[in-house]
């Protein structure tokens, strides 16, 4: 098994958004969640650049009196921050480590365009695989024919992703991602177990269990899953609630096979890779975002994750990791060349009493969600509260507001309503 690369620690300072933001990574996973906006994909963008998986940034124009436009990529330098930026090297934005401890520089290119991309100095090769926030739709793909030898799994993996790649991209391949992952299989199956015409092919054999196996692990346990079953053209999940195709799949089962399939056909052969994750709660119920990192480090150990997430299940989902929260700030005393921002971002490192609450807790103290009831809700609970604005608390007051959240069926709502109340006096 060849040993990969891994992530160490990224810096990247006076940037779009970015003021000042330092991340150290865990050696198995490391989260960043924050506000929309906040950055976690701009973050993500850096290490998937290294893996195969890039878009290009994009500048802002700027168009002067006299008609001159400009493209800005949103340099900025704090007056008062104690930068690390070279006083000689405007481009340069911060730096990234990797876990052989070679340290390579962020610069942003030189000349004048729309669009950019970032040139990293001393970057190394990682092993890894990026997996988006978009998932890809899936339609019926019936396999209709295979090829004459078994597919391996890193030519299942590959063209599996490089389908998912091409959509990535705003193009479309020859067939759907589905149909790649189904022959895949299907050849595995058929080539691996052989009959007495067929020699029986070990590797493919070995893929294909292992890959089951480890289903049986990522799968939640509400669905009962048992086996696959290859019923041509078509591959069939064998549960205790039924047996159902592939592309029957309910959207947030189907995500949860697409990560096992990418990450089992990626991970054979390696024994350590960077796996990248944008969004994985999209299309999963809470009690699924809830188990899914920790089922996938116990099925995948010689992964690391870095993951951007907006889901309070998943930032507290596992005790042994790292979490970064990006933080909005309000900005005084900066100079800039053609950028101007009033809120900058910065991160903060979150221990495990920060992170260790129910979904309410982690919503309010680390995403920075102000309640977490509807709004509604709130709106009936302020105007409850302004026909006490004013009134002396005592034990009648108490009563009073009590029935009347009673009157409404938000009665569990009291301890809220009691503390606005107090609040107004």
Sequence with gaps: MSEGITFKS????????????????????????????????????????????????????????????????GVFRSIFSLSTKPSNDPNYIGSITYSNDTNAAIRLPGGDQPQYNLEIEGQQKIQGLHIDSHRPTYAYAPVSQIPTTAISSSDAFNNYNGELYSRYQGSYGNQQPVYRMKEAIISMAAFGEGNSAIVRNQDALDCYNEFVAALRKTMPESIGFRDLSIRLPDVVLVTESGDFMLDAASGGLMTIFDMTYRLH??????????VTMDEPENHLHPSMQRSLMRRLMNAFPQTQFVVATHSPFIVSSVKDSIVYALRFRDTVGRTTEGFSASRTVVSEKLD????????????????????????WVDDELQSLIDRYKGNEINQDTLNGLRRDLESVGQSEFYPEALAKLLNTQ
């Design 352 to 375: 495990t009493i920060n992170r260790a609450g129910n979904a309410g807790e982690v919503l309010r103290e680390v995403l920075g969600v102000q309640s977490t009831m509807p709004e």
């Design 10 to 73: 990224l810096h990247v300072e006076g940037w779009r958004q970015l003021d000042n933001v330092d991340v150290e990574f865990h050696p198995r996973l490391t989260i960043i969640t924050g506000a929309n906006g906040a950055g976690k994909s701009t973050l993500l963008s850096i290490l998937t650049r290294h893996i195969g998986w890039q878009k290009n940034f994009l500048s802002t124009p700027k168009v002067e009196k006299s008609g001159t436009k400009e493209f800005l990529k």
């Design 265 to 274: 056909m990626y991970s054979r052969g390696k024994q350590s890779f960077v």
